[in-house]
Nanobody, 125 residues
Framework: QVQLVESGGGSVQAGGSLRLSCVAS????????VAWFRQAPGKEREGVAA???????SYADAVKGRFTISQDNAKNTLYLQMNSLKPEVTAMYYC???????????????????WGQGTQVTVSS
């Protein structure tokens, strides 16, 4: 049974940093596409960053240069390092995974079957 458990969210001031973690169980992380998504109140869920099965990373334009996605396969853990945080990134952040994903769809949530419960990120100005 695939399980994803996020942690690392919290409240920070603008300009600060956070590192989110997502511990996976029930599958071998290196054989799955993994990603981070976020959803702010009243807004649609959006893809933030992803790692394809071949190891390539993808980022939403809004976070390029400030967020970094990485994965420790030995620990089956996915990370999202978020720097220079702005209030507009306030949202619930979710990790997701799936073994079958077209490379050009990695930031589209409808393609993922496994999701964590989310961790809240709040950035104040």
């Amino acid at each position: 049974q695939v399980q994803l458990v996020e942690s690392g969210g919290g409240s920070v001031q603008a300009g600060g940093s956070l590192r989110l973690s997502c511990v996976a169980s029930g599958y071998i992380a290196s054989r799955y596409c993994v990603a981070w998504f976020r959803q702010a109140p009243g807004k649609e869920r959006e893809g933030v960053a992803a790692i394809s099965i071949d190891g390539r990373t993808s980022y939403a334009d809004a976070v390029k240069g400030r967020f970094t996605i990485s994965q420790d396969n030995a620990k089956n853990t996915l990370y999202l390092q978020m720097n220079s945080l702005k209030p507009e990134v306030t949202a619930m952040y979710y990790c997701a995974s799936d073994p079958f994903l077209p490379p050009n769809r990695v930031l589209e949530g409808t393609w993922y079957n496994y999701w964590g419960q989310g961790t809240q990120v709040t950035v104040s100005s």
